[in-house]
């Protein structure tokens, strides 16, 4: 990503291919694939087929197709890879190449076409480019078309790829003319040389720069604080995203069945264009909208996808979210984007809070002399932002077994009156595992928690143990694969569901086993497997017993060896010296964070009350 010179918006778009297990990828996998068009969509197609290349060894050449008078994006002039290149052309004939599969971007149209001549340069250029399919002898051929080919529909409906249309033969309606015409002129092109031809009919796009006015306009009012004149009564049109554009296209190229059309619009985004614009009120503070009859409206339709969820394909961001991210990558000001609305906007008190939380266990830990380090997200904050993953909404603190017993062993005499340590001994209805301390008098409970409400569900901070396994790399695998399965089963006994193992036969006898012994039982099996290797002498390997990287394996007990103290907020917290080995073991490239459309909050929340600590700042004491 970073030989791309992407910026985080830009990555998020790149990663689209990768993000999908039943997007049949490898149908690329050593091909010749041509994009034409050279705007936002040709350039994310282009950047998302390099990081397959990268991440996947996958062999694609990449080509960007363009004629010699054809503008496209100077962003293709910095990418520096040997698998990509520009290809221009006077006329086809002067191309001396071949390929396996093109994939067309240029046909994406602006809101309204009033020109005969737009009308005629679009032919024009279709039949360049069957010109170009003939010479480069191109198998498949993939056009990214628009949604308004269907024309003017009545308010309420929503149109599927069979269903037919009319449209009066007028200026009004030269758009969805001039894309049938063109979408024709390219069927009757495949059948006459032989090449397979699939069409993706996409709703409004909304990015920072989108061919659409409509979105262009309101997005960049919005992020300028102007106010928004938009009409009162318009038809429902269907947008997408940026992302879900780049991953529909790729579904299409790579799932898609020959001779067809597939309608692409992201999840609950067909909506009118009040909609459109409260939602973009909503995400941009100082937008104000104006509903009026003489305001704006989209042009455009409602369309159905259901053709292409059946190739697999599903939205990845909604329209809501797409315009958050388009607005922020307009400002570019290179701030690190999240999602800001995370937790009702109280996220950033609940991160002083869980800073109160670490620096009372470092306080404890200091005075007992128990070695502690941070864990998780919080160790990965601490190294990559010297603080909270800005998006993070909970701390871990991890410790060796022998360490993290005689800290349960001072609780009782060290926690304060507003604090209460959750554990298993302590309250029969909580099976974690490890151990939570929370705050009393508050409340933050998750959709998984919120079933109990026996269990103290208040703000929280969660203590590990860090547990010795076997020096027998045979034995060490069998130890940890009982206990990552005795965790599950502790897991889906008590919140009720089936155990999906990695088999059908393992499934089935987990199932039994999950029916047949009480929770009771195999949660002393679970405690038992977990700590089985406490009192080995010479222990060489660890494993994350009771977090979520059991099933990462074991790893070398010297990286637990030494703690450095490092800057965390404005403290100084412990973490492994060997942070580095530690966070690749966990992470892989730990310093590439995750997509921007991603950055929400990890713990779906459904009662939050932060009682006497709202708006709590750090001093001294909780």
């Known amino acids: 990503m ?80 040997s698998d990509f290149a520009i290809v221009k052309y006077s006329s086809p004939d002067s191309i001396n190449k071949s390929g396996d599969i093109l994939i067309e971007t240029g046909f994406l149209l602006s809101d309204k076409v009033e020109s005969t001549d737009v009308f005629k340069s679009n032919i024009s250029r279709a039949e360049n480019i069957i010109s170009v399919i003939k010479v480069l002898k191109i198998k498949e051929f993939v056009v990214l078309s628009d949604a308004s080919a269907y ?31 063109v979408e024709n002129l390219y069927f009757s092109a495949a059948h006459m040389y032989g090449f397979s031809i699939k069409v993706i009919r996409c709703g409004k796009i909304i990015s920072a720069n989108s061919n659409s006015e409509f979105v262009a306009n309101t997005l960049k009012s919005a992020v300028g604080g102007k106010i928004l004149n938009i009409k009162n009564r318009s038809s429902k049109v269907s947008y997408i995203s940026a992302n879900d554009l780049i991953s529909a296209v790729l579904f299409v190229a790579c799932n898609g069945a020959e001779c067809q059309a597939y309608n692409a619009c992201s999840d609950d985004s067909t909506v009118n264009s009040a909609e459109f614009a409260l939602a973009l009120s909503d995400a941009f503070e100082n937008c104000e909208v104006n509903i009026t009859s003489e305001g704006c409206s989209a042009d455009g339709c409602a369309v159905d996808c259901t053709r292409l969820k059946k190739l ?21 000001d290179n701030s690190v984007f999240m999602f800001s609305d995370s937790y009702d906007g109280k996220l950033n008190d609940i991160q002083q809070i869980l800073l109160g939380f670490l620096l009372e266990v470092d306080r404890i830990c200091k005075k007992h002399n128990i070695k502690y380090f941070l864990g998780g997200g919080s160790l990965l904050g601490a190294v990559r932002h010297k603080g909270f993953i ?20 001072v609780l009782p005499s060290e926690l304060p009156n507003y604090l209460f340590a959750q554990t298993q001994e302590n309250e029969k209805d909580s099976h974690f595992p490890f151990t939570k301390l929370r705050i009393n008098n508050t409340l933050l409970s998750t959709e998984f928690t919120s079933r109990f409400p026996n269990i103290h569900n ?27 399965s005795s965790r599950w089963l502790v897991l889906d006994k008590w919140r009720g569901t089936s155990v999906n193992a990695n088999s059908r036969f393992s499934s089935l006898c987990a199932n039994i086993l999950r029916k047949i012994f009480p929770l009771g039982f195999l949660q002393k099996v679970q405690n038992k ?32 060896d030494e703690a450095i103290w490092v800057d965390f907020e404005n403290a100084k917290l412990p973490i492994p010296k060997e942070y580095d080995k530690y966070l690749k073991y966990l992470y892989g490239d730990y310093m590439e964070m995750i997509p921007v459309s991603e950055r929400h909050v990890s713990h779906d929340i459904k009662q939050i009350d932060l009682g006497e600590y709202a708006g709590y700042i750090y001093k001294d004491t909780l």
């Open 312 to 332: 697999g394909w599903s939205s990845a961001v909604n329209y809501k979210d797409a315009l958050l991210i388009s607005g922020h990558e307009i400002m570019n």
């Open 390 to 409: 800005p998006w993070d909404d909970d701390a871990d603190v991890m410790m060796l077994r022998k360490d993290y017993d005689r800290f349960l062993s």
């Open 2 to 81: 970073s030989e791309l010179l992407l910026n985080q918006f830009e990555q998020d778009r790149a990663l689209a291919a990768l993000r999908y297990k039943n997007l049949n990828i490898r149908k690329l996998f050593g091909k010749s694939v041509f994009i034409a068009g050279g705007g936002e969509p040709a350039f994310s197609l282009v950047s998302s087929l390099l990081t397959v290349n990268s991440k996947k060894q996958a062999d694609i050449a990449v080509f960007l197709l363009v004629s010699d008078y054809e503008r496209y994006d100077r962003r293709f002039d910095f990418i520096n890879s």
């Open 529 to 560: 497997l977990i700590s089985l290797h406490k009192n080995m002498k010479n222990p060489k390997y660890l494993f994350d017993s009771m977090g979520r990287n059991v099933s990462r394996g074991a790893f070398p007990a010297e990286w637990l």
């Open 151 to 181: 024309g003017k529909l009545e308010k309420e409906l929503v149109i599927s790829e069979k269903e037919k249309t009319h449209s009066d033969f007028s200026y009004d309606s030269l758009k969805s003319m001039l894309i049938q015409s």
């Open 458 to 484: 208040g703000i929280f901070l969660d203590v590990l143990a860090q547990d010795y396994t076997s020096n027998n790399a045979f034995l060490r695998k069998i130890h940890m694969k009982a206990t990552a």
